[in-house]
């Protein structure tokens, strides 16, 4: 049961800003981990941040740190990723994912996700 849809893709220069969002329908958004994962053509999907069900606690790649920031809105059952500092190695098309508990939120394995959504392409160009 339900669904994710995610928005604010686009196309942006090298050292620009692009903000995803989210939306979460069909379950109760408050009680699970959510995360946002990403996938270059040709490679694995991986892990760019996770989050807490209360939205204290936040993890991030190595590769993200200190450049994204994931929040989200319990009360609107929305996700965020807001994107600083892009570079041409952040191009992939994003996704958005439910964790499967409320729990070990650190973990970055996507199959510790049940939920994902259609996913929002994010070009950065030098």
């Known amino acids: 049961q339900g669904h994710l849809a995610e928005s604010g893709g686009g196309s942006v220069q090298a050292g620009g800003s692009l903000r995803l969002s989210c939306t979460a329908s069909?379950?109760?958004?408050?009680?699970?981990?959510m995360g946002w994962f990403r996938q270059a053509p040709g490679k694995e999907r991986e892990a760019v941040a996770t989050i807490y069900p209360g939205g204290a606690k936040t993890y991030y790649a190595d590769s993200v740190k200190g450049r994204f920031a994931i929040s989200r809105d319990n009360g609107r059952n929305t996700l965020a990723l807001q994107m600083n500092i892009l570079q041409p190695e952040d191009t992939a098309m994003y996704y958005c994912?439910?964790?499967?508990?409320?729990?070990?939120?650190?973990?970055?394995?996507?199959?510790?996700?049940?939920?994902w959504g259609q996913g929002t392409q994010v070009t950065v160009f030098s």
């Open positions: 069909g379950y109760t958004y408050s009680n699970y981990c």
């Open positions: 994912a439910k964790g499967r508990s409320s729990g070990f939120c650190y973990d970055f394995e996507p199959g510790k996700f049940d939920l």
